[in-house]
């Protein structure tokens, strides 16, 4: 069977414990989506690995797989690969010979895009990984796969089409003067084509390259459990999300059929399991209806939360902005993802507060909305309808962890009743603090 562990809010919900421990159960964790704008930390027998490609079950002894809807930087995957080898481990991972190429341009266009367009506020604020250039040349019929990495003929032939392109829109469109800037080597087609057909010779001579719809399908014939890690958030997928301030990519669970090849009837089978943080974290731009910015007590709030609960991007460091939750946006990542579980993250963070608020629904222009608008104009004017929850006290959460859901203080378990009701899901699990043993496990999605 398969377990889809996808975000229902904006990214950083905490997916890689849950990752971690219902990946044990599995046989295979595969990514579907994204690249290495991903951040997370596994722990394993003491050792600390910081990952943003690599599937984090590689670090476990699982095979690890990198899907066709996947955008791979080799140079990120090579040094994540070599950093794990170094410290003892033989991760076995596979990338599909379908998943597109981030080369050195994409990287450039992304940080020159941006500053041109936060003019006009519309930067996203990425993580300046290339990601929306590679996803762009990937629909605009001119991106280099990883297949097209093992071939020096086909591999020489796309970067000559696609090289001269992508240097007249730095120069043309973005005013870089490529020759003269730091950037030089990234929109030279020779330096190129040498340094990826290397990267494809290795990807040959360690066999990592798959196809990868076949050898998921193969693996599930087998008998093995497949656990589609979703990377990102509900509300920053390129269709379902608050638009244009959203990655590239389909983080939603249809995204893990399309973006593996398993066949969605294979994928709608099995478990989709949404990640819930119990306030909201934000590191982009754009709108946030429930945002803890307004007054000095709100900002300060926002301030002692981020502190505690370490709301500082995993990629970049940059301090996230914070929120109340979101009703109405955890409704519509419930319908867009169909949950057959959740589990809620933080709650520990938000012990010992004066007040809780949750943003139940949303005011826009007198007229309750439960869900959220589908044009990002109308939802920047949306004001949160808040609902408060007697607040909870601080414990010893490891003794929580240790003892179970009975040991979560009373008025935490109303606030997690309230949130599985509105989203009609069963809890599967409850972090209660930041270590990988620090979750209230109720439920294994994989012996559903
Ligand atoms: P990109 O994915 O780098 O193109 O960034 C697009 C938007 O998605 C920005 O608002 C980023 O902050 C956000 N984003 C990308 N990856 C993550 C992530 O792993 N967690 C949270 N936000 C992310
Ligand atoms: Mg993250």
Redesign the pocket.
């Known amino acids: 069977m398969t377990v889809t562990i996808v975000?229902s809010q904006?990214?950083?919900e905490g997916k890689g414990a849950l990752v971690d421990i219902w990946g044990g159960d599995s046989d295979v964790v595969v990514r579907y989506q994204?690249?290495d704008?991903?951040?997370h930390t596994v722990v394993h027998d003491g050792t600390e690995y910081k990952l943003s490609l690599v599937p984090s079950g590689a670090v476990r002894g699982k095979i690890g797989v990198l899907g066709n809807g996947c955008v791979v930087n080799p140079e990120t995957l090579f040094d994540e690969l070599d950093t794990l080898r170094d410290q003892g481990l033989d991760p076995d991972v596979r990338i599909a010979r379908r998943a597109h190429v981030i080369l050195p341009y994409h990287r450039v266009i992304?940080g020159i895009e941006e500053e041109a367009k936060s003019d006009d506020d519309l930067a996203?604020?990425?993580?300046?990984?290339g990601?929306?250039p590679t996803y762009e040349d990937k629909a605009g019929r001119r991106g280099i796969r990883i297949g097209d990495l093992l071939d020096p003929d086909v591999l020489r032939e796309r970067l000559e089409y696609a090289v001269p392109q992508k240097r007249t829109l730095a120069e043309e469109a973005y005013g870089l003067d490529v020759a003269t800037s730091d950037h030089a080597d990234a929109f030279d087609i020779d330096h190129l084509f040498e340094t990826y057909r290397a990267y494809g010779e290795r990807l040959a001579a360690e066999s990592m390259t798959v196809n990868a719809g076949e050898f998921l399908t193969d693996k599930l014939d087998a008998g093995d459990e497949l656990l589609f890690e979703g990377?990102?958030?509900t509300s920053?997928d390129i269709d379902h999300g608050i638009y244009p301030?959203?990655?590239?990519?389909n983080p939603t669970a249809g995204g893990a059929a399309v973006g593996s090849g398993v066949a969605p009837t294979v994928v709608g089978g099995g478990e989709v399991v949404g990640i819930v943080k119990a306030y909201l974290s934000?590191?982009?731009?754009?709108p946030l209806p429930t945002e803890l910015d307004g007054t000095d007590s709100e900002e300060e709030l926002a301030d002692f939360i981020r502190e505690k609960g370490g709301e500082f991007?995993?990629?970049?460091g940059?301090p996230r902005r914070i929120g109340w939750l979101d009703m109405p946006m955890l409704r519509h990542a419930a319908r867009a993802n169909g949950f057959t579980g959740i589990a809620v993250n933080h709650i520990d963070v938000l012990a010992g507060l004066d007040e809780i608020n949750v943003g139940h629904a949303y005011d826009l222009d007198g007229e309750e909305l439960l869900t959220m608008p589908a044009t990002t104009e109308r939802w920047s004017r949306c004001d949160p309808v808040l609902r408060s929850f007697e607040p909870w006290e601080e414990v010893d959460w490891s003794a929580v962890a240790a003892e179970g859901y009975d040991a979560i203080p009373d008025n935490a378990q109303a606030y997690l009743d309230y949130i599985s009701a509105e989203v009609d899901a069963p809890i599967y699990a409850i972090g209660v603090g930041p270590g990988r043993d620090e979750t209230v496990v109720l439920d294994n999605p994989f012996e559903q």
């Open positions: 975000g904006l990214g950083d994204g690249g704008n991903a951040g992304d996203a604020g990425t993580t300046g990984r990601i929306g990377a990102q958030g920053i301030y959203v990655t590239s990519s934000r590191v982009g731009t754009g991007g995993t990629v970049t940059r």
